[in-house]
């Protein structure tokens, strides 16, 4: 299912909706009561994010039993990243690398804030899968 940007933006406007696709993201499938008790508020009010974040083809649950776990959707993803990419700023015009000439100082320090914040991601990534590695008995 592919979204159109401006539904993607307007899912992604709401905050608890951005934290919920974090915590997925970090910790892997998790319940409603999991997400609720997370980040702080009612079950019903993760349940109603979960929904509209399910309809915009964000995230994607399966019933395993009574346990309904919900996990983020790879390819609704990359396809918000590469939307985003399109309308940045920094020079790169969607390519993901940055445009041969002069860099302005706004963009310039916008690359840095990227940089960094790529590394953190890295980090967050790398430290996931070391946590997914089998244990070594």
């Given at each position: 299912m592919k979204i159109e940007?401006?539904?993607?933006?307007?899912?992604?406007?709401?905050?608890?909706?951005?934290?919920?696709i974090e915590l997925l993201k970090g910790q892997g499938p998790l319940g409603a009561k999991d997400i609720a008790a997370t980040i702080g508020i009612t079950t019903a009010a993760v349940s109603q994010h979960l929904k509209i974040l399910k309809q915009a083809g964000l995230v994607r649950s399966e019933r395993k039993g009574y346990w309904i776990p919900y996990t983020i959707d790879e390819k609704a993803m990359e396809n918000c990243r590469q939307i985003l990419n399109?309308?940045?700023?920094?020079?790169?015009?969607?390519?993901?690398?940055?445009?041969?000439?002069?860099?302005?100082?706004?963009?310039?320090?916008?690359?840095?804030k990227y940089e960094k914040e790529l590394r953190n991601e890295l980090s967050t990534v790398r430290q996931r899968l070391k946590e997914l590695e089998p244990k070594k008995k």
């Open positions: 940007p401006s539904e993607m933006f307007k899912v992604l406007s709401v905050e608890t909706r951005v934290r919920i399109e309308v940045c700023t920094c020079g790169c015009q969607g390519t993901g690398k940055f445009r041969e000439s002069q860099p302005e100082r706004s963009n310039r320090e916008s690359l840095k």
